[in-house]
């Protein structure tokens, strides 16, 4: 019963920047993980960043650390994925997901998905 809708991708040139925004109705926000996940074509989906319920913690897969920020704003229901010095390697469908526990951990079981955004990087 949580419906996850993402906003704010599209086609931006290397080294620019967006903001994805994934808002969040149904069971309590505030209770959940969350993360970002992609899936460029012909690719398996990859994991990209978590935070927990309380966004003391977050997770960055590698190949984003310092460049992607993941945040949430819980009295709004939405969590946002900072994306800076883009690169054309992360063109992808990027996910919302909503995790079944309040603390991420890896593989942890993931309750809802969002629809996707298009993020396109060109150059």
């Known amino acids: 019963q949580v419906q996850l809708i993402e906003s704010g991708g599209g086609l931006v040139q290397a080294g620019g920047s967006l903001r994805l925004s994934c808002a969040a109705s149904?069971?309590?926000?505030?209770?959940?993980?969350m993360g970002w996940f992609r899936q460029a074509p012909g690719k398996e989906r990859e994991f990209v960043a978590a935070?927990?319920?309380?966004?003391?913690?977050?997770y960055y897969t590698d190949a984003v650390k310092g460049r992607f920020t993941i945040s949430r704003d819980n009295a709004k229901n939405t969590m946002y994925l900072h994306m800076n010095s883009l690169k054309p390697e992360d063109t992808a469908v990027y996910y919302c997901?909503?995790?079944?526990?309040?603390?991420?951990?890896?593989?942890?079981?993931?309750?809802?998905w969002g629809q996707g955004t298009q993020v396109t990087v060109s150059s």
């Open positions: 997901s909503q995790y079944s526990g309040s603390h991420y951990r890896p593989r942890s079981r993931i309750d809802y």
């Open positions: 149904g069971r309590t926000f505030s209770n959940y993980a």
């Open positions: 935070i927990n319920w309380d966004a003391e913690t977050t």
